[in-house]
């Protein structure tokens, strides 16, 4: 696994934790759909996917790949027992009409109130907003999942998103490669850090403000991904 693809995964592990037992869960394109394989033990969710069907299971291997089966972002996926299908408008519908426990989703930039951008960048070509919006105002709680940084190495996590929102003040919790963040009532506070770097070294690529929770956890966050 190359660094790029280890930080994926790396992110994707941590955010499967923040998953509760018997959750209606939406995993949104990119990282978020690498959560599905590190559900903890003891943790039932019941994965909904964007083009209709609820009860989505771990991805198969190469061998037992059915191509008719796929989610969102059209990779393959295996479906559990009690598996159902179901058109775009239903599931359009669960997700606009707050029958979705918490979806994973990941951002273009992130601000400090809890706004969330993820869909368009000026000059690029835009494909459009998908169901991100939908997702991120129906959803009971919203997570999500990012790198800390662009690939070009500019801060993602912002005082104020300068790219089109998809919502205001919608973001619940924040995972990223190096640490953890989670929104109350329009505060952003850091509850969790790498091992891998102090706080400072965190402050210098994270331009939003934020609090420090006093019992900060400071974590190995290498640690199970495979």
């Known amino acids: 696994m190359n660094q790029r693809d280890r930080i994926r995964h790396c ?57 008719l089966l796929v989610n969102a972002s059209r990779q393959p996926i295996s479906e559990l027992p009690g598996a159902s299908y179901f058109d775009s408008g239903l599931s359009f519908a669960m997700m606009r009409g707050g029958h979705l426990d918490t979806t994973i989703i990941g951002a273009l930039q992130v601000s400090q109130a809890g706004d969330i951008a993820s869909w368009a960048v000026p000059g ?23 790198t800390h ?34 929104f109350n009532e329009g505060r952003m506070i850091l509850v969790e850090i790498g091992d891998h770097l102090d706080l400072k070294e965190l402050k210098s690529i994270t331009p939003a403000d934020y609090e420090i929770h006093p019992q900060l956890t400071v974590v190995d966050r290498w640690e199970g991904v495979h």
């Open 11 to 67: 992110i994707a592990r941590r955010a499967a934790l923040e998953l509760r037992d018997g959750d209606v869960v939406n995993l949104g394109i990119g990282i978020p759909t690498l959560v599905n394989d590190y559900i903890p033990p003891g943790v039932t969710i019941h994965l909904h996917t964007e083009n209709g069907m609820l009860e989505v299971g771990p991805t198969p291997p190469p061998d037992q790949v059915d191509p």
């Open 124 to 146: 690029k070509t835009v494909l459009g907003v998908g169901g991100a919006m939908d997702l991120v105002v129906g959803a009971k709680r919203v997570i999500v999942a990012t």
């Open 149 to 182: 940084q662009t690939k070009e190495g500019q801060p993602k996590i912002l005082p104020e998103c300068t790219l089109p929102l998809t919502a205001r003040g919608e973001v619940d919790v924040l995972v990223t490669e190096h640490a953890v963040f989670h």
